[in-house]
């Protein structure tokens, strides 16, 4: 199992241009997610799906769309990229957020994003 | 708001001693992950706990989620630079979140 895949590993955007960043798992996991880390501020949940063709708002939604249409790929795509939004980006998945829950979160190696 | 406070933010430590990272909820926690994450790396899962008063140890890391299941924290024992890194909790409230981070250092 390639377990979940982030890309692209790095990007740099000017103001204003949209992008999606791409994250796909293998592992046939229900729950997927998106988080951005900034220094002091840990991991903030942007949005989250429990299975296809459901998604819902983390902490930090605005400026991020998602969609789930197969259970493997969740794309978080930047609408108009704006400076505050220079971080780091995770996605993660696990096989259930049902409780109670014995899932393991799976990290994908994060994408570095610049918006200048 | 923050729902998952660590302390503390930051820790510098000699090699060799021990330390201890509190992570506390203002929910009860269905389920509290521990990860730690090396510097521009992605994050490696240590450990999970479920139950209160659970207690589990991977070589010399030891987690506790106390029996209020509001509050856990990871112990390391005779820490080495091996364990420098930040060390993030998580927790199932109504949905997944992460606490702050702590971001230990390790020196000689």
């Known amino acids: 199992n390639a377990g979940v895949t982030q890309t692209p590993k790095f990007q740099v955007l000017k103001t204003g241009q949209s992008m999606t960043l791409q994250c796909a798992q293998d592992?046939?996991?229900?729950?997927m997610s998106w988080y951005r880390q900034d220094p002091g501020m840990g991991l903030r949940l942007i949005h989250y799906?429990?299975?296809?063709?459901?998604?819902d708002q983390g902490e930090v939604p605005n400026g991020y769309n998602v969609s789930r249409s197969t259970t493997e790929d969740f794309p978080l795509r930047l609408l108009s990229a704006a400076p505050s939004q220079t971080s780091v980006y995770f996605c993660?998945?696990?096989?259930?957020?049902?409780?109670?829950?014995?899932?393991?979160?799976?990290f994908g190696p994060g994408t570095r994003l610049t918006v200048l | 708001s923050q729902e998952l406070e660590q302390s503390p933010q930051s820790l510098i430590v000699q090699e060799g001693k021990n330390l201890t990272i509190n992570c506390t909820s203002s929910?009860?926690?269905?389920?509290l992950y521990w990860y730690k994450q090396k510097y521009g790396e992605g994050l490696i899962f240590l450990m999970m706990l479920q139950k209160g008063g659970e207690e589990k140890s991977h070589e010399k890391i030891t987690a506790k989620l106390d029996e209020k299941k509001q509050q856990s924290s990871l112990h390391i024992t005779a820490s080495q630079p091996s364990h420098a890194g930040i060390y993030l909790c998580g927790a199932e409230t109504d949905k997944l979140i992460f606490g702050t981070g702590t971001r230990l250092q390790v020196f000689p």
């Open positions: 993660a998945s696990s096989y259930s957020i049902a409780r109670p829950s014995y899932n393991e979160q799976f």
């Open positions: 799906s429990v299975g296809a063709g459901i998604t």
């Open positions: 592992m046939n996991h229900e729950y």
């Open positions: 929910k009860t926690l269905y389920g």
